[in-house]
């Protein structure tokens, strides 16, 4: 296709010509929000659930929401519709602003509002069937991980860890304590329940926290949210991750040990499906 068409602060232009001062606070300080939300048949999937965590992550770092709900919604369908693919998803960011270098927040600002949207690539079935390896390290973020922050310079460290230990996610632990994966939610099977991490300030609650919970109801499995010691992690029977792009995903390599028995299980199985007809239905 010809170029992406991204938004800019009320203006939608090619990605290659949109531009931000040097001076925005998102580039000095990470000071900003963002959100990434799934798109399926041309329409936001949870988009109300994901429009909320917008708002409250703004509201936790005192920026005025630019847009009310309807504002936003107009704005990403807009966006939706200029490109071509049927499935895709779209980063929204919000950060507080131009201004001249200071910590504190200054005055009279408006804040920058930029958007875009990718091919969603769905993950490929060879990770479906065989599921990804991930590796595990203390988590070393700062105290408000519930806060959907620009500042990710401790996610992309312990990503580029994984990476380079040919591992597709990092588990991260406090205290012998499972919080989540760099970019994923993490949820251990253990016999036939699904088990996952209470979302509090540690933790960011995903919107797939919600979805699983849902999916779990429907289908039957107990779901629980609780603390997760690190020994019961590389006891579970199966380990999975979820996120926005890589909607569910089989663990089956821990730190180079295999999860259960090296194979994707079936509680993933049936959750996969489950997914998949939840995006149908949407
Ligand atoms: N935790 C972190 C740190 C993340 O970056 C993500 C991905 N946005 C998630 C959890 C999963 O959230 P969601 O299901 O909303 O994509």
């Given at each position: 296709m010809s170029e992406q068409i991204v938004y800019l602060n009320g203006e939608f232009l090619p990605l290659s010509e949109a531009r931000i001062p040097v001076l925005d606070r998102g580039f000095i300080f990470g000071d900003g929000i963002y959100e990434v939300v799934p798109v399926y048949a041309g329409r936001p999937?949870?988009?109300?659930?994901?429009?909320?965590?917008?708002?409250?992550s703004l509201q936790a770092i005192g920026i005025d929401n630019p847009f009310d709900e309807s504002g936003w919604r107009g704005l990403v369908a807009d966006l939706i519709s200029r490109h071509p693919w049927s499935d895709q998803f779209v980063y929204m960011q919000v950060t507080r602003g131009v201004a001249k270098r200071d910590h504190a927040f200054p005055k009279g600002i408006r804040p920058t509002v930029f958007a875009m949207s990718s091919e969603f690539i769905a993950p490929s079935r060879e990770q479906r069937e065989q599921g990804v390896a991930a590796i595990t390290l203390p988590d070393e973020r700062w105290l408000h991980c519930d806060i959907k922050s620009v500042s990710l310079l401790g996610n992309v460290l312990a990503k580029q860890a994984a990476v380079e230990a040919g591992a597709a996610e990092c588990l991260m632990f406090r205290d012998g304590i499972l919080?989540?994966?760099?970019?994923?939610?993490?949820?251990m099977a253990r016999h036939g329940k699904v088990v996952g991490s209470p979302v509090n300030h540690l933790v960011l609650e995903g919107?797939?926290?919600?979805?699983?919970?849902?999916?779990?109801?429907?289908?039957?499995?107990?779901?629980?949210l609780r603390r997760i010691a690190r020994e019961e992690v590389f006891a579970a029977d199966e380990l999975m991750l979820t996120s926005a792009t890589r909607e569910v995903l089989p663990i089956t390599r821990l730190d180079g040990k295999p999860v259960g028995d090296g194979r994707p299980g079936p509680v993933y199985q049936r959750l996969f499906n489950a997914y998949q007809d939840a995006k149908r239905a949407a």
């Open positions: 999937f949870r988009f109300t659930q994901h429009l909320q965590r917008l708002a409250r919080t989540e994966g760099s970019s994923s939610n993490i949820w919107i797939r926290v919600g979805l699983l919970a849902d999916l779990c109801a429907a289908s039957g499995i107990d779901y629980t």
